[in-house]
């Protein structure tokens, strides 16, 4: 009878020999993740002001995508893009169109299919954060003469942007992980490398477990970077709260720089309440 050891199924050293590995795959996942997020965020805000100003056109043409992009599956995205893209390209080659189909890198139907289906989170994470903002204050922005190019740049986009950032950074982490699907396009990230190195030697759990290590260490790093762009662009709540972030100012310190902004912005709430 023979009888298996715990590192016969499991082996911690494997976990620790497998990590460099994959990590030399690091930065084709963040350039997908990255070029994604510009994707996401430029789409995302044309969908966002639609849906908030009610543009008619826009308005039904954004929601049916928003229903399409979020009611199928990302994996089933990405196969609709690495399939269909070079197919429509070659419907326009047949039109005159001189397109080399097969010099597009496969990373670009990645980004764009991954960016597509993230930015239908982040219009609604982009189109909330402009509600949010109190119509009361754009009213006593008004009733002190300022335009709305100036309100736009020192009320709504402020505020916006504040209550907008958590649900960004959540998109942008979701990306990272989900740059894992692109390996079923080719992409060699870090994924498609684990699947690599484990058909060497068979030891596939370890390799999930050393990408689990590095999705969660990247994870937590964006999270501490984003924590410290949310509390540099807080907006102080109270004029106490502004007075302290001047003292810290005055003493070299650095404060939200979002400070002058919400001083002018409690100068027109005061204003309004007194009137």
Not at 237 to 256: F, L, T, V, Y
Request: with cysteine; glycine share 6%.
């Amino acid at each position: 009878m023979i009888v298996l050891s715990f590192s016969d199924y499991f082996s911690f050293e494997i976990v620790w020999e497998r990590i460099p590995e994959l990590i030399k795959k690091i930065p084709i996942t963040l350039e997908l993740a990255g070029l994604a997020f510009l994707v996401s965020l430029f789409v995302g805000l044309l969908i966002a002001v639609a849906r908030y100003k009610k543009i008619k056109v826009l308005n039904p043409i954004a929601t049916g995508f928003l229903s399409i992009v979020r009611g199928t599956p990302m994996l089933i995205q990405l196969y609709v893009a690495y399939y269909g893209i070079p197919a429509i390209l070659r419907i326009f080659n047949s039109w005159g169109a001189d397109i080399n189909v097969n010099l597009i890198p496969k990373i670009v139907y990645a980004f764009i299919s991954l960016g597509l289906y993230q930015s239908a989170f982040t219009s609604e994470t982009i189109r909330a954060a402009l509600e949010s903002v109190d119509k009361g204050e754009i009213e006593a922005a008004y009733a002190m003469g300022m335009t709305y190019g100036q309100i736009l740049k020192r009320i709504i986009i402020p505020e916006a942007l504040e209550n907008a950032l958590p649900g960004i950074d959540n998109s942008i982490i979701g990306l990272v992980k989900g740059t894992s699907l692109a390996s079923t396009c080719g992409i060699i990230e870090i994924t498609y490398q684990n699947q690599i190195l484990a058909g060497r030697d068979y030891r596939y759990l370890e390799g999930y477990v050393a990408l689990a290590v590095i999705y969660w260490v990247i994870t937590v790093i964006l999270e501490r970077i984003f924590k410290l762009v949310e509390k540099r662009t807080k907006i102080p709540e109270s004029p106490a709260d502004i007075n302290a972030s001047k003292d810290k100012a005055k003493r070299g310190q650095k404060a939200p720089v979002l400070v002058n902004i919400e001083r002018q912005r409690h100068g027109y709430i005061n204003h309004k309440k007194l009137a």
